[in-house]
């Protein structure tokens, strides 16, 4: 934990140590060349549970999604996800439990949506049987049933969030990473995807999101991480967070902890 | 390097077109020539000077270039607030200014101005250039838009129609004194038809002593035309700015990627299905195709015998190799953030770039083998079956090691472009290495050396062995690189 605003508690994560982790990540430390963009951090997240992460633009959040689903490597520290560390000998094993949606989501642009969502299932090796009446209920809940033969491609921004969250939910995950899913999603999807976590979550799911939606955020998840310049600068459990909001919202926390700077005056010439 | 070496190409292409349209223009002015082409009558001369014109029109209709009318593009600036009018204005002045359509324009105006007698054909050659470029500009523009629609038919069209030309120019190099003099009688016919011709026509500007009063309507009429035209294409220019195309969505359904994932697999199946629908990948099957319909024959009728024994070889080779470059050279370029996803999968990267890299050679080698087989079969004087197979497949290997680097050093987006010097799918510096090098290299390995051919088949043979134990070994040196080189761009590549 550093550089605290000064009347602000330093809430630890040692409150929820006696449940069981789905990703515990030990002074991890990853770098691009000389810039190092995740500093010794150190976070837990509860099986189970919906977490989120938040923070301003290049803190580093799209970066830890990246190495916690093994597409970048980190210089220092370890990750431990669904009890398993995150070592070559593990890296299947590990695959096999997590899905994804990266920000922007990858999709596979020549196929359809449908040849899409079978070659990924297929991939994870999803039994076939009812498939695709999973697939077509979910795209019908997400009102994207008619791109089904459409090609990836042709979809808009909003409808390529939404396909990839529907396949990232039909591959039956342990553990759910999604980079700002709710991005150039519509006001309806958004709360469809909100019940469609929670009933994940009630299964044992464990999701952790990132997003810039401080309200969604503040409604969705048990417990909150907030993420400056590459080091967690606070993590508010259920606890902490009743205990913050009796006076502020999650945006002023927010505001508070990663110490805004307010240069309304270097616009006063507008 | 890149820039010094397309302003080279630039300068070659204007001192060729220029040079020969002198040549061609002051080739009965010459009394040398005269002795040297008794044949040379003033019938003959004008016949030359013609053909030359309407060959050098096609020329012309071919490569006028419309790249930089990118309406995607440049409609963003209307975003900015940049004026309709004006931006449809620049985008058609600096489609003119594009460094091909004035060279192309230059020379014609130094072919007709060289041919001048009288003052008053100046402006009426001068607005024949102008009006000549605008009309190939809008017709270009529209022919291009049925390739889209008729992408087949065009291609058929246009093999048969190379086809043709070639066996023709095959015909006139291989009988040309007794073809003369058939088309001699007829000279003056064939004369007045090529003379209707849009090349024909431009060279009349020039060269027909129509009068003053008659030059003066010629250039009245063509101001009126060349400035409809413009009207024409600068308001067609805003409305393509202003109402961008629908995206058509539309049910698809692939029998291809079934099929190729019924016999590759899901992973080298994916890969090779982009492959092949890549637009791009079109056209270079097509200029692969013709290639050998047009040369082999040609060159089998050729009487040097070392043409025989080193150009058809070296061609034939080539094409294994092309098809090679066409998936390999870009590896990753095809499926850019895409293989994030791939990343993610529980399935080791290790084996789905053995499966890519697998899938890839696969047609590559059939066509090998077919290749191989059809030459030592059919056109065994071109060398022993084992010269021929040694060759091939030294060539074949030597190329697949150049590629599977390239793939990793030189990765880029593999966005649609046909031949743009800008975002090509594989970068200037591989395509013009690769091409100098076939022919190099197919010099070397085909070259007849008689009693020495041993040496070369051993040395080859060693070639082959080592770079086989090479690639065998060195999956994971190439996953590595993968991690190292192409992960992180990927990944930043938004």
Request: charged share 20%; with cysteine.
């Given at each position: 934990?550093?550089?605290?605003?000064?009347?602000m508690?330093?809430i630890?994560?040692?409150s929820?140590?006696?449940?069981?982790?789905?990703?515990?990540?030990?002074?991890?430390?990853k770098?691009?060349?000389?810039?190092?963009?995740?500093?010794?951090?150190?976070?837990?997240?509860?099986?189970?549970s919906?977490?989120?992460?938040?923070?301003?633009n290049g803190?580093?959040?799209?970066?830890?999604?990246?190495?916690?689903?093994g597409?970048l490597?980190?210089?220092g520290?370890?990750?431990?996800?669904?009890?398993?560390e995150?070592?070559?000998?593990?890296?299947?094993d590990?695959k096999?439990?997590?899905s994804?949606?990266?920000?922007?989501?990858l999709?596979?642009?020549q196929?359809?949506s449908?040849?899409?969502?079978?070659y990924?299932?297929e991939?994870?090796?999803?039994?076939?049987?009812?498939?695709i009446?999973?697939a077509y209920?979910?795209?019908?809940f997400?009102?994207?049933?008619?791109f089904?033969k459409?090609?990836?491609?042709?979809?808009?921004?909003?409808?390529?969030k939404?396909?990839?969250?529907?396949?990232?939910?039909l591959?039956?995950?342990?553990?759910m990473?999604?980079d700002e899913?709710?991005?150039?999603v519509?006001?309806?999807?958004?709360?469809?995807?909100?019940t469609?976590?929670r009933?994940?979550k009630?299964?044992?799911?464990?999701?952790?999101?990132?997003?810039?939606i401080?309200?969604?955020?503040?409604?969705?998840?048990?417990?909150?991480?907030?993420?400056h310049?590459?080091?967690?600068?606070?993590?508010?459990?259920?606890?902490?967070?009743?205990?913050?909001q009796?006076?502020?919202?999650l945006?002023?926390?927010?505001?508070?902890?990663?110490?805004?700077?307010?240069k309304d005056?270097?616009?006063?010439?507008l | 390097?890149?820039m010094?070496?397309?302003?080279?190409f630039?300068?070659?292409?204007l001192?060729?077109l220029?040079?020969?349209?002198?040549?061609?223009v002051?080739?009965?002015t010459d009394?040398?020539?005269?002795t040297?082409?008794?044949w040379?009558?003033?019938?003959?001369?004008?016949?030359?000077?013609?053909?030359?014109?309407?060959?050098?029109?096609?020329?012309?209709?071919?490569?006028t270039?419309?790249?930089?009318?990118?309406i995607?593009?440049?409609?963003?600036l209307?975003?900015?607030?940049?004026?309709?009018k004006?931006?449809?204005?620049?985008?058609i002045?600096?489609?003119?200014c594009h460094?091909?359509?004035?060279?192309?324009?230059?020379?014609?105006l130094?072919?007709l101005?060289?041919?001048?007698?009288?003052?008053y054909?100046i402006?009426?050659?001068?607005?024949g250039?102008?009006?000549?470029y605008?009309?190939?500009?809008s017709?270009?523009?529209?022919?291009?838009?049925?390739?889209?629609r008729?992408?087949i038919a065009?291609?058929?069209?246009?093999?048969?129609?190379?086809f043709?030309?070639f066996?023709l120019v095959?015909?006139?190099?291989t009988?040309?004194?007794?073809?003369?003099?058939r088309?001699?009688?007829?000279?003056?016919?064939i004369?007045?038809?090529?003379?209707?011709?849009?090349?024909?026509?431009?060279?009349?500007?020039a060269?027909?002593d129509?009068g003053?009063?008659n030059?003066?309507?010629?250039?009245?009429?063509m101001?009126?035309?060349?400035?409809l035209?413009?009207v024409d294409h600068?308001?067609?220019t805003?409305?393509?700015?202003?109402r961008?195309a629908?995206k058509?969505?539309e049910?698809?359904?692939?029998?291809l990627?079934?099929?190729?994932?019924?016999?590759l697999?899901?992973?080298?199946?994916?890969?090779?299905?982009?492959?092949?629908?890549?637009?791009?990948?079109?056209?270079?099957?097509l200029?692969?195709?013709?290639?050998p319909?047009?040369y082999?024959?040609?060159?089998?009728?050729?009487?040097?015998e070392?043409?025989?024994?080193?150009?058809?070889?070296?061609?034939?080779?080539g094409i294994?190799?092309?098809?090679?470059?066409?998936g390999?050279?870009?590896m990753?370029?095809?499926?850019?953030?895409?293989?994030?996803?791939h990343?993610?999968f529980p399935?080791?990267?290790?084996?789905?770039?053995?499966?890519?890299f697998?899938?890839?050679?696969?047609?590559?080698?059939?066509v090998?083998?077919?290749?191989?087989?059809?030459?030592?079969?059919?056109?065994?004087?071109?060398?022993?079956?084992?010269?021929?197979f040694?060759?091939?497949?030294?060539?074949?290997l030597?190329?697949?090691?150049?590629?599977i680097?390239?793939?990793?050093?030189?990765?880029q987006?593999?966005v649609?472009?046909?031949?743009?010097?800008?975002?090509?799918?594989?970068?200037q510096?591989?395509?013009?290495?690769?091409?100098?090098?076939?022919?190099?290299?197919?010099y070397?390995?085909?070259?007849?050396?008689?009693g020495?051919?041993?040496?070369?088949?051993?040395?080859?043979?060693?070639v082959i062995?080592?770079?086989?134990?090479y690639l065998?070994?060195h999956m994971?040196?190439?996953?590595?690189?993968?991690?190292?080189?192409i992960?992180i761009r990927i990944?930043?590549?938004l």
């Amino acid at each position: 934990m550093a550089c605290l605003p000064s009347d602000m508690p330093s809430i630890i994560i040692e409150s929820k140590n006696n449940m069981a982790k789905a990703v515990s990540i030990n002074e991890l430390e990853k770098r691009y060349e000389d810039t190092v963009v995740l500093k010794d951090l150190s976070l837990e997240v509860p099986e189970g549970s919906i977490f989120g992460l938040i923070g301003p633009n290049g803190a580093g959040k799209s970066t830890l999604i990246g190495v916690l689903t093994g597409l970048l490597s980190y210089e220092g520290g370890s990750i431990e996800i669904s009890g398993l560390e995150l070592t070559p000998e593990n890296e299947l094993d590990i695959k096999r439990q997590i899905s994804s949606v990266l920000q922007p989501p990858l999709l596979f642009e020549q196929f359809t949506s449908l040849e899409f969502i079978e070659y990924v299932c297929e991939i994870y090796e999803i039994s076939k049987d009812g498939l695709i009446e999973k697939a077509y209920s979910l795209m019908d809940f997400f009102e994207i049933k008619d791109f089904a033969k459409i090609k990836v491609n042709k979809l808009s921004s909003g409808s390529r969030k939404k396909l990839a969250f529907v396949t990232a939910v039909l591959v039956e995950p342990k553990v759910m990473f999604l980079d700002e899913p709710f991005e150039a999603v519509d006001v309806i999807s958004i709360e469809r995807m909100k019940t469609v976590l929670r009933k994940l979550k009630a299964k044992g799911v464990t999701i952790i999101v990132t997003s810039h939606i401080l309200e969604v955020v503040e409604n969705l998840c048990d417990d909150i991480a907030i993420l400056h310049d590459g080091l967690i600068i606070a993590y508010l459990d259920e606890i902490s967070r009743r205990e913050l909001q009796k006076d502020s919202s999650l945006h002023e926390i927010f505001e508070k902890y990663v110490e805004v700077e307010h240069k309304d005056d270097i616009v006063d010439w507008l | 390097m890149m820039m010094i070496g397309y302003i080279m190409f630039l300068g070659v292409m204007l001192v060729n077109l220029i040079g020969t349209a002198i040549v061609v223009v002051l080739m009965d002015t010459d009394p040398w020539m005269a002795t040297q082409l008794p044949w040379l009558t003033p019938k003959v001369y004008s016949f030359i000077l013609l053909v030359f014109a309407n060959t050098y029109w096609v020329m012309h209709f071919s490569f006028t270039n419309l790249r930089l009318l990118n309406i995607e593009e440049n409609r963003k600036l209307l975003g900015f607030g940049f004026p309709l009018k004006r931006l449809a204005r620049y985008m058609i002045i600096i489609s003119f200014c594009h460094p091909v359509n004035i060279i192309y324009n230059f020379t014609w105006l130094v072919f007709l101005m060289i041919q001048i007698d009288f003052w008053y054909q100046i402006p009426v050659a001068i607005l024949g250039v102008i009006l000549n470029y605008v009309l190939i500009y809008s017709i270009k523009h529209r022919f291009l838009q049925i390739i889209e629609r008729r992408f087949i038919a065009v291609v058929v069209g246009f093999v048969i129609l190379v086809f043709s030309l070639f066996q023709l120019v095959q015909m006139v190099s291989t009988e040309n004194v007794r073809l003369l003099y058939r088309i001699v009688p007829r000279i003056e016919t064939i004369n007045a038809f090529l003379g209707w011709m849009p090349g024909g026509l431009l060279t009349k500007a020039a060269n027909l002593d129509y009068g003053l009063v008659n030059a003066s309507i010629y250039a009245a009429l063509m101001a009126i035309l060349i400035g409809l035209i413009i009207v024409d294409h600068f308001n067609k220019t805003c409305d393509g700015l202003h109402r961008p195309a629908l995206k058509k969505v539309e049910e698809v359904s692939s029998q291809l990627w079934k099929v190729l994932q019924r016999i590759l697999g899901n992973n080298a199946g994916k890969y090779y299905y982009y492959v092949m629908i890549h637009p791009y990948n079109k056209l270079q099957l097509l200029t692969l195709a013709i290639i050998p319909i047009v040369y082999v024959p040609l060159l089998l009728n050729v009487n040097y015998e070392i043409a025989q024994t080193i150009a058809i070889p070296t061609i034939l080779a080539g094409i294994p190799v092309a098809l090679l470059a066409m998936g390999m050279a870009n590896m990753y370029g095809y499926e850019n953030r895409e293989l994030l996803l791939h990343l993610q999968f529980p399935v080791k990267l290790e084996k789905q770039l053995k499966e890519r890299f697998l899938g890839v050679i696969i047609l590559p080698l059939l066509v090998f083998y077919l290749i191989t087989i059809l030459e030592i079969v059919f056109i065994p004087q071109i060398g022993r079956p084992l010269n021929i197979f040694v060759g091939n497949t030294f060539m074949f290997l030597c190329f697949m090691l150049l590629f599977i680097w390239s793939s990793y050093y030189q990765y880029q987006k593999a966005v649609y472009s046909s031949f743009s010097y800008k975002h090509p799918i594989i970068s200037q510096k591989v395509t013009f290495a690769i091409s100098f090098t076939i022919f190099t290299v197919g010099y070397m390995v085909f070259v007849p050396l008689n009693g020495l051919e041993w040496y070369r088949i051993t040395i080859m043979s060693v070639v082959i062995g080592i770079i086989g134990i090479y690639l065998w070994g060195h999956m994971d040196v190439l996953v590595n690189l993968f991690k190292k080189r192409i992960l992180i761009r990927i990944w930043s590549d938004l």
